[in-house]
């Protein structure tokens, strides 16, 4: 198979990839496309062919149909690929999608082998394990970030990931909630919440789905909702550090928040799946704030901290203190929902979360941590060189890099053309993210230096 | 912690364990219950702690709360725990849930734990693979198990197990459609049709949640429903070999029920997750019945042939050909549910199922499903010799034992009471299990050996 042929059939990477219009859309660069005989119409106008497509009386899921076909990560690809056919041995740098790169830590690697190969002996086979996580990892997590917040084991469920969690708790929540999203902000969000029901068709001119409330986070709020304004909805989802725009609320501008859903009677769906990138004292859990238990619950994942995007664990926090409007515990129906949709995270890597957690691993997580902020550094200081206004990258592995003016798309397409760099356009996020670009901070040292390089000659 | 304070915090196990109406309910014996401070109200009557409980404005999804409280694995919890209290010194037995008991073959183990190591190498390491699963998995997989059935390797989902998938799919058809489901059934089937609103509320009386077709499957019609008699539904949610009947459908009962899926235009959702169990030439997939491709989709696991109920995997088949009545494919969606909801399973233990599928894991897991239709061949012998009509067994690990005209509880509580053996009654599988007995056939051959010798004493 020739190069061109190879690039026309395989797509390279994409975060959350969705289907584009034309078909399948895959993230990884070993997962070939389909076929071009998929299609929605088989019938073929020959004559020994001729037969009509069995169609089933089925109706499809009106709110899938809602979902916007040209989604970010394969446009993303798509351009990417069509870079390649026109260059094909320029060597492209990916700071697009936000995927680890770096070994994991022996020590974590090393308790997974271990659990595995207990598992072939009588004594350390295990079958079917909680849904809730194995108690020992439960404590583990309470203890190790949720010290003294009054967190406990009960209150943590494992599992196989943040994005999956998400998607969990909006089937918890129904399609009789509103909720609230910062704009811009992680795609699964918006996206989870449409599948479910709760939100309006898209609206082409506003970039906006109905019945979601946008929240605008910009320069000019310090990246945090200008809140007198934010319609009430019943859900807030809300994630710091954030992804895209790299930044952490405050204290006091979280503070605030708990304060909002309490007037408004809502509840925050916090991510904190960077919380490990933040430098400063700024709060790493929601629940460092008084009284967000009764408000707030906190979902979280091992991805970003020991490379376990692929190995895929992660946890959900609800506190007992959370209620539903009729004094129903959103804990116990969150359980339900792990018992009835989930069967907990595979007991090997559990013990590779354990593993994370021990001094060792925390310290080997924190090495992981700082390489990538370090990474983050370099971007940062190198746009801040070019004379651009560059936003997060201090307490999260993402640089946020403002081109007033100019749609995000032309900048992304014109620094892949220039330098063989892929970024992420951040009007993918949402209407909020508009004139800028996210440059990911994960990445291998030499490429990231090489990108800077490049960039500086782009724009010196 | 005495014997008896130990009891009477922790659970011994449970299936797909739900929350009873006194609070958590576990599956895994190290998982302590919530201190009974959990509760819905704090308010304690002492003027220090005076305060009203905070609610949120959120209200709790209707949906979430017509699931019965009740449910079948915790009630068979409390029922052993209260009988350990009344016995301390008795050996139980579990026959009841189905979890697997024997080590993984090390053919599979080291796969995955050289898959681990290899991760914490610059050369191994790998971060978010594609949502859809491994491209060399998902190709084992269809030449493993659809070899010359036309299902090619993008028609396949690798997940993280069916339970997880059955919940994934209820997403994807949303809360418009209807389903039917064999009675009696596994649990996760209904109530997870309950929890995307699928349903109407559950009738005491009839032991069933209204707008579910309950197809009965009993003796007197082979196992088989008596189709002429089935309502249409948009979504027939099948399982073959049975749980818990431990009944196949033979090659004229599935493509009698792929021609009623086709008149109706109703889509069969076909759970496999037993088929290695078969025996003897009864189809293995749905897929072997011409024309199954035009209204089917099929969900299977590793859990029962490998040992991997905690390790985690399993796949979903969509052909392209099953297409919703505008003519859009069930494929595509599933797709972007996958990509949306779900980050793929996880690599180390895609790992394994490759492991598994190679010429020295095929035959381990034979030698695995093997020993556990053995335990089934002695039950059955057990039942039959004390002259019991006994189904299942054959084709399934599950043994499915008849005492017409009594309560399923009374002989579950009758036998626990006189043998110390749990099993689980039928009728925890729908209204059609009254007066049936499920055995598991999963357990250590001597426990199986002790149960058996329990039962002739008992029914001699």
Redesign the interface.
């Known amino acids: 198979m020739s190069l061109t042929q190879h690039l026309s059939t395989s797509i390279s990477f994409s975060?959350?990839?969705?289907?584009s219009s034309s078909?399948?859309t895959?993230?990884?660069r070993?997962?070939?496309l389909?076929?071009e005989n998929?299609g929605?119409?088989?019938c073929v106008a020959t004559p020994q062919e001729e037969k009509t497509?069995?169609?089933?009386?089925?109706?499809?899921?009106?709110?899938?149909?809602k979902?916007q076909a040209g989604y970010l990560f394969p446009e993303i690809a798509r351009k990417r690929n069509a870079h390649l056919q026109k260059y094909p041995d320029s060597k492209v740098i990916s700071l697009g999608?936000g995927?680890?790169?770096?070994?994991?830590?022996?020590v974590?690697?090393?308790a997974?082998?271990?659990r595995?190969?207990?598992?072939?002996?009588?004594e350390?086979?295990?079958?079917?394990?909680?849904?809730?996580g194995?108690?020992p990892l439960r404590a583990a997590i309470a203890s190790t970030f949720y010290g003294d917040l009054g967190i406990e084991e009960?209150d943590i469920f494992v599992s196989?990931?943040a994005?999956?969690d998400i998607?969990r708790l909006q089937?918890?929540?129904?399609?009789?909630?509103t909720i609230a999203v910062q704009d811009p902000s992680y795609p699964?969000y918006v996206?989870?919440s449409v599948?479910?029901?709760q939100t309006g068709f898209y609206e082409k001119d506003a970039e906006k789905y109905g019945k979601i409330e946008y929240m605008r986070c910009n320069p000019e709020n310090g990246f945090f909702p200008d809140l007198p304004k934010v319609s009430r909805a019943?859900?807030i989802l809300f994630c710091s550090p954030n992804n895209p725009t790299g930044s952490a609320a405050t204290r006091e501008q979280l503070t605030r928040l708990v304060q909002f859903?309490?007037e408004?009677?809502?509840?925050i769906v916090y991510d904190s799946a960077y919380a490990m990138y933040i430098t400063d004292d700024k709060p790493r859990s929601i629940f460092e704030i008084p009284g967000a238990k009764?408000?707030a619950l906190e979902t979280a994942s091992f991805s970003k901290y020991a490379?376990f995007?692929?190995?895929?664990l992660g946890w959900t926090v609800i506190p007992?203190?959370?209620?539903?409007?009729?004094?129903?515990?959103v804990a116990?129906?969150f359980?339900?929902?792990v018992?009835?949709?989930?069967?907990?995270?595979?007991?090997?890597?559990q013990a590779?979360g354990l593993a994370c957690l021990s001094p060792e691993g925390r310290s080997a997580m924190q090495k992981v941590v700082g390489f990538y902020k370090e990474n983050a550094d370099i971007i940062m200081d190198t746009f801040n060189s070019l004379g651009f206004n560059v936003y997060g990258g201090r307490n999260a592995p993402y640089v946020w890099v403002h081109f007033p003016g100019l749609s995000s798309w032309d900048v992304f397409s014109e620094i892949l053309e220039k330098t063989h760099v892929v970024t992420t356009p951040g009007s993918g996020f949402g209407p909020g993210g508009e004139g800028f670009i996210r440059v990911s901070a994960?990445g291998h040292r030499d490429n990231v230096l090489e990108a800077c390089r490049r960039f500086k000659q782009l724009y010196k």
């Open positions: 975060s959350s990839s969705f289907l078909g399948f895959f993230r990884n070993d997962v070939s389909p076929s998929f929605i119409c088989r497509t069995y169609k089933t009386k089925v109706s499809r899921n009106a709110n899938m149909a979902l999608i995927d680890t790169t770096e070994p994991i830590p022996e974590i690697t090393s997974m082998a271990k595995s190969q207990a598992l072939s002996t009588l350390g086979y295990s079958g079917y394990g909680a849904e809730q194995e108690k009960d196989d990931g994005k999956c998607s089937v918890l929540f129904g399609s009789e909630v699964a996206d989870s599948i479910i029901g019943d859900i859903a309490k408004k009677g809502s509840i009764e408000v490379g995007t692929g190995v895929r007992k203190e959370l209620l539903f409007s009729d004094g129903f515990p116990k129906d359980n339900r929902i018992c009835t949709c989930f069967n907990g995270a595979s007991n090997v890597v590779g994960f």
